[in-house]
Nanobody, 117 residues
Framework: QVHLVDAGGGFVHPGGPLRLSCAASGLAFIDYSIYWVCQAQGACLEWVSGFRTGGVTTYYADSVKGRFTISRDNAKNTLYLQMNSLKSEDTAVYYC??????????WGKGTLVTVSS
């Protein structure tokens, strides 16, 4: 059984950092594409960052390039998203998910990031 547990959200002032984590069980990250997506209130889902299958190639949305860094700890089977220089428009619920031939088939429950002065 696959489980993704995302955590690390919270309240931060503009310009501040947060680090999200996604702990996985029932799968090996390297065998799948694992992504962070976010959804702001009243908005559509947006792709944020991820590792493609193989665990080497990364993806970043243009809006987060230079500010967010994705990494993983294979020993802990945990994915991280270091978010720096946060902006109010980064406010959203962030989810980690597995992307496979079946689509976005496993999701974490989400962690809320609020950026506000």
């Amino acid at each position: 059984q696959v489980h993704l547990v995302d955590a690390g959200g919270g309240f931060v002032h503009p310009g501040g950092p947060l680090r999200l984590s996604c702990a996985a069980s029932g799968l090996a990250f390297i065998d799948y594409s694992i992504y962070w997506v976010c959804q702001a209130q009243g908005a559509c889902l947006e792709w944020v960052s991820g590792f493609r299958t193989g665990g080497v190639t990364t993806y970043y949305a243009d809006s987060v390039k230079g500010r967010f860094t994705i990494s993983r700890d294979n020993a802990k089977n945990t994915l991280y998203l270091q978010m720096n220089s946060l902006k109010s428009e980064d406010t959203a619920v962030y989810y980690c998910l597995r992307y496979s031939s079946g689509g976005m088939d496993y999701w974490g429950k989400g962690t809320l990031v609020t950026v506000s002065s």
